[in-house]
C-alpha cells in the first residue's frame, strides 16, 4: 500500500509516517506533512527546529505552527505567535478523566453545562495550552484553569493566553496563542484519498 505524496513531505516526516502501524494513522502523517509544506512552507528537515521539550519551530522565526490530529481530520495552526491546536470529536466523557484533570470550578461548570461538548471545550483549551507554551503534559492540566471559556486572556504558567474555539460536523478545535491572533479558520482535510493501491 503506498501513500500518495509521500514523496513531498521532509525526510523525519517520511520517517515518522513508516514507524505508524495503522494506514489511517500513516495517512493522517502525511496530511501534516503537506499541509506543513503547503502552508508553511517546510520542504526540508533542515528548516525545522525543536525546542527544549520537543515542540518543532519554524527556523527562520517568521510563523508559528502546531498540529493536531482526530479521526478523520488534521488542523494545522499558524500565527505571528506561539500557538497550540487541539482537535478533538465530541463523545461520551469520563467522569474519572474529568476528576483527575479538571480544577473544582471547571468541574462545576461541566456539572452545571450537563453535555459531551463542554467536557471538549475544556479538554481542547488545556491540550491547546500545553501545546503552545511547549511544556506539554510537563504542565498538567489540573494545575491550571481554562475559565471562563471566552477570549479573553487567561494567565496561565506566567503568561496571557488567548483561546478560541470552533465546533463542526461533531468535532471541537481550541486554538490558544500567546497573543491576540485574530479569529480562527480552518480548512478541512480528510486523509482518506491519501491512500492508494
Not at 28 to 46: E, I, K, S, T
Amino acid at each position: 500500500m503506498n501513500l500518495a505524496g509521500i514523496e513531498l513531505v521532509a525526510c523525519a516526516r517520511r520517517e515518522r509516517i513508516h514507524g505508524y502501524v495503522q494506514l489511517a494513522d500513516k495517512a493522517r502523517c502525511l496530511v501534516a506533512g503537506l499541509l506543513l509544506r503547503r502552508v508553511c512552507g517546510v520542504r526540508a528537515d533542515c528548516q525545522l527546529a525543536y525546542g527544549e521539550n520537543g515542540k518543532p519551530y519554524l527556523k527562520s522565526g517568521d510563523m508559528y505552527f502546531n498540529v493536531s490530529h482526530a479521526g478523520d481530520y488534521v488542523a494545522l495552526a499558524v500565527a505571528n505567535c506561539e500557538v497550540g491546536v487541539d482537535i478533538e470529536k465530541v463523545s461520551a466523557y469520563s467522569d474519572a478523566v474529568a476528576a483527575r484533570c479538571f480544577t473544582p470550578p471547571e468541574r462545576e461548570w461541566l456539572r452545571r453545562e450537563g453535555c459531551d461538548e463542554a467536557f471538549y471545550r475544556l479538554w481542547t483549551a488545556k491540550e491547546s495550552v500545553m501545546k503552545a507554551s511547549g511544556f506539554g503534559f510537563s504542565l498538567p492540566p489540573e494545575a491550571f484553569s481554562v475559565l471562563p471559556l471566552d477570549s479573553s486572556a487567561h494567565s496561565i504558567a506566567g503568561k496571557p493566553w488567548f483561546l478560541d474555539w470552533l465546533s463542526f460536523s461533531g468535532y471541537i478545535i481550541c486554538r490558544a496563542t500567546d497573543g491576540e491572533a485574530g479569529k480562527t479558520e480552518v480548512t478541512t482535510i480528510t486523509p482518506g484519498g491519501l491512500l492508494c493501491g
